[in-house]
């Protein structure tokens, strides 16, 4: 269990703090507001767009580590719903963090031996490279949305 724990710490980490790069999502998009959210920087991704694309598969793992089959489909993970207010934007936000927290959760109590079983099918490979490359994708574009928020003239 010390390897699920650990995973369990690093989404912690990446989302609400406490990693050695010392940033995450929380602290990185506590000072967005929606239009920043929204605005189109150089014809660059939006900060919605890419928190939106990058937690997407948060609650579609859970479901998986939680026993039920994987719902994703990367064809959906760029449609970011409409955020028109400072309300859809922490809507959108909250909806992030309970997806998070679900994760965190219940990867750290998934059994040691279920990390190098297939993970929903073979050719997704095991439990453990996924997880890890969904905490490396998450990386990936918290550093994107800091670069954004640099741009829009935020200290970040």
Not at 43 to 59: D, E, R
Not at 130 to 135: A, E, R, S, V, Y
Request: aromatic content about 12%; cysteine-free; charged content about 20%.
């Amino acid at each position: 269990m010390a390897l699920a724990k650990n995973l369990s710490k690093h989404f912690k980490g990446v989302l609400f703090g406490g990693n050695w790069s010392d940033s995450n999502y929380k602290d990185q998009l506590a000072d967005v507001d929606w239009k920043m959210a929204t605005s189109k920087v150089a014809g660059l991704n939006t900060i919605a767009q890419l928190v939106y694309h990058a937690t997407y598969y948060l609650p579609h793992i859970a479901n998986v580590l939680e026993g039920g089959p994987l719902q994703a489909r990367d064809k959906y993970s760029w449609e970011t719903p409409d955020i028109k207010s400072e309300a859809d934007w922490q809507a959108l936000l909250d909806a992030v963090w309970t997806d998070a927290e679900r994760l965190i959760a219940v990867t750290a109590k998934l059994p040691e031996e279920q990390m190098w079983a297939d993970f929903s099918d073979p050719k997704y490979g095991h439990y453990f490279s996924n997880l890890n490359g969904i905490i490396e994708h998450l990386h990936y574009h918290l550093g994107q949305i800091v670069l954004l928020k640099k741009l829009h003239g935020s200290k970040g």
